[in-house]
Antibody, heavy 123, light 106 residues
Framework: QVQMQQSGPGLVKPSQTLSLTCAISGDSVSSNRAAWNWIRQSPSRGLEWLGRTYYRSKRYNDYAESVKSRITMNADTSKNQFSLQLNSVTPEDTAVYYC?????????????WGQGTLVTVSS | EIVMTQSPGTLSVSPGERATLSCRASQSVRSNLAWYQQKPGQAPRLLIYGASTRATGVPARFSGSGSGTEFTLTISSLQSEDFALYYCQQYNDWRTFGQGTKVEIK
């Protein structure tokens, strides 16, 4: 049974960096099978996939075009977790952010989700 | 980007009745389509993948069909716990979600 526990601040100032972490239990961030994703949800944008990180002999990251210039995802194998950094945030980045697993990187549906973190961008 | 359009926006159904939700893709996604259920304050829950395969633990009253651009989620006999938001998501070309259908009690 995979569990994903998110952590990070719920309030970020405009122009600063949003940082969230997702700790995994029951699977490995270094799995050669799974991919680890960030997804956000807001009333204006709905559900929006942001990016994924996965390991196939080396680490790969894929990012959505909408945030590609501002996003970085990393994995910490010693803590079995992965992270999201979104730079230069604006109020448009206010959303509930979820981490989620794709059990197979070759398929892109999400079978396990974190609990969600509401991040508000405001001064 | 593939745009997913769900209809109707809201579906009012009585308990025990059948609910039929639609999802249309702006271009073919083959069978690379998933359905999720979301309740207030919770993360989405995977119901269906591959257009028609139920995820682990999903009751048999949930079924999915379709391929290409037209998809359907059917709930054969609505239970009280099924009143929720439902989203479709394509994963043929990156990942995009529909805007959701709310299933409410009639």
């Amino acid at each position: 049974q995979v569990q994903m526990q998110q952590s990070g601040p719920g309030l970020v100032k405009p122009s600063q960096t949003l940082s969230l972490t997702c700790a995994i239990s029951g699977d490995s961030v270094s799995s050669n099978r799974a991919a680890w994703n960030w997804i956000r949800q807001s009333p204006s944008r709905g559900l929006e996939w942001l990016g994924r990180t996965y390991y196939r002999s080396k680490r790969y990251n894929d990012y959505a075009e909408s945030v590609k210039s501002r996003i970085t995802m990393n994995a910490d194998t010693s803590k079995n977790q992965f992270s999201l950094q979104l730079n230069s945030v604006t109020p448009e980045d206010t959303a509930v952010y979820y981490c989620a697993r794709s059990a197979y990187a070759g398929v892109g549906f999400f079978d396990s989700w974190g609990q969600g973190t509401l991040v508000t961008v405001s001064s | 980007e593939i745009v997913m359009t769900q209809s109707p926006g809201t579906l009012s159904v009585s308990p025990g009745e059948r609910a039929t939700l639609s999802c249309r893709a702006s271009q073919s996604v083959r069978s690379n389509l998933a359905w999720y259920q979301q309740k207030p304050g919770q993360a989405p829950r995977l119901l269906i993948y591959g257009a028609s395969t139920r995820a682990t633990g999903v009751p048999a009253r949930f079924s999915g069909s379709g391929s290409g651009t037209e998809f359907t989620l059917t709930i054969s006999s609505l239970q009280s716990e099924d009143f929720a938001l439902y989203y479709c998501q394509q994963y043929n070309d990156w990942r995009t979600f529909g805007q959701g259908t709310k299933v409410e009690i009639k």
